[in-house]
């Protein structure tokens, strides 16, 4: 898999906190994503957390002081600051994000900020402290002072401390910090657009124990829903039933039927400039519910099940005046081509994307066909977290050509 990490590098320096286990995390995380990362610690740091355990995990010795002569030119904060895509300071205690804003440098971290090429890599922060301290007018004053200096500050969060206090001042979670970078790093194509999602299957039930749904895992979903998100998208996803973590950042609607999918999405798609339909809706569901289990009678016959015709919430959203730039799926089995391309007339959109159902349902790969007006474009098989971003890219093209 490839993220927009891949390939990059960073600086991460700890300062004295806590909150250093989460960084030893977040190298994992960074690495798995495939950045280089180097590691700087401050002698604070290093009571909470040793430098042997961020060695490992980044595959690099870590810089500990400025007076560390291992640098032929004796200047890692000069070397590390000039090959660096960013400068991640997590921890950033308060006394370190005290330095920052003074300009001061006598540590290998506050000297190595300060010699950053301002305008080729951005200050990131991730403060982490007891609640007093961070609500300490002196540390908003500072914070406000690295803010106005161009830096970012990300977090803290709010919630139980190490010190047993609760309050703002927790360091974000590794997860979200990885995620957070990976969004600093995507191009925002996307910038304030609205995007409305349907994902995952549909559950029409038979009676109040029994449904009919399919094997769609939501998958390919969700990953356009975190693409988008992270070019810059705000995000509404309307989910059937699915076993799936909400990406960072986007609103999420759960629904189980494909009624009450259309009920979530007609209110909404209106207020939105993109619809993405992903979810594999049943066609037909049950004519009646059955008010209570149906059970077996003895005789040996099974119950005859009517079925009526499920709403079609693409075509609908398409239909509907000023309708917002609709993309649908098409999960076919053989002509994938010629049925999208009919499928997309069909349901008057200008954008289908066409995959063989059986080779992507609960896959994590799969391969695209975008079809438009203009013609195909096909999308190699690839990861379903990678064909998301490049759907996402060529979704921005179009928008900026409507
Ligand atoms: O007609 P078919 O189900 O093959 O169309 C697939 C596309 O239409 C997908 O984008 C799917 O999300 C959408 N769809 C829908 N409501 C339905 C059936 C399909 O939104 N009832």
Excluded at 192 to 201: D, E, F, K, M
Aim: proline share 6%.
């Amino acid at each position: 898999m490839t993220s927009t990490l891949t390939g990059r590098h960073l600086v991460l320096a700890l300062s004295g906190g806590i909150a250093g286990y989460k960084t030893a995390e977040l190298v994992r995380l960074l690495t798995q994503a495939g950045a280089s990362v180097q590691v700087m610690m401050t002698e604070a740091a290093c009571q909470f957390i040793t430098p042997v355990t961020m060695q490992a995990l980044s595959g690099r010795p870590v810089i500990l002081d400025q007076w560390d002569a291992s640098a032929p030119n004796n200047m890692h904060h000069i070397n590390a600051s000039r090959e660096a895509d960013a400068m991640l300071v997590a921890p950033a205690s308060a006394d370190m994000i005290a330095k920052l804003a003074l300009g001061r440098a006598d540590d290998i971290v506050s000297l190595t900020a300060l010699a950053r090429p301002l305008e080729r890599c951005p200050l990131i922060v991730a403060p982490a402290m007891n609640r007093e301290l961070w609500a300490h007018p002196a540390t908003q004053r500072n914070v406000g002072q690295l803010r106005a200096d161009g830096a970012q500050v990300w977090g803290p969060a709010a919630g139980s401390q190490a010190c047993g206090e609760v309050g703002d001042g927790r360091m974000l979670e590794a997860a979200d910090l990885a995620e957070r970078l990976e969004a600093w790093f995507t191009p925002q194509r996307l910038a304030g657009v609205r995007v409305l999602i349907t994902a995952g299957p549909t559950f029409e039930p038979i009676d109040p124990v029994r449904g009919i749904t399919n094997r769609s895992s939501g998958k390919m979903g969700f990953a356009i829903a975190q693409a988008a998100q992270r070019a810059g998208a705000d995000v509404t996803l309307v989910a059937g039933p699915v076993a799936l973590a909400t990406p960072a950042g986007v609103r999420r609607i759960d629904v189980q039927s494909a009624q009450e999918m259309l009920a979530a999405v007609l209110p909404l798609a209106p207020e939105h400039r993109v619809f993405i339909a992903t979810a594999a809706v049943a066609d037909w569901r049950p004519a009646t519910i059955a008010e209570h289990k149906i059970k077996k009678d003895g005789s040996g016959a099974a119950p005859a099940l009517a079925f009526a015709e499920n709403p079609d919430i693409l075509a609908t959203v398409a239909a509907l005046p000023g309708a917002p730039y609709c993309v649908g799926f098409a999960a076919e089995s053989e002509k994938l081509l010629e049925h999208a391309q009919a499928k997309r007339l069909r349901k008057g959109i200008p954008l289908i994307v066409a995959n063989l159902g059986p080779a992507t349902f609960g896959r994590d790969d799969n391969a695209l066909l975008l079809i438009d007006a203009d013609g195909a474009r096909e999308l190699p098989r690839a990861p379903k977290t990678d064909l998301a971003r490049h759907l996402i890219d060529e979704l921005a093209q179009r928008l900026h050509r409507a």
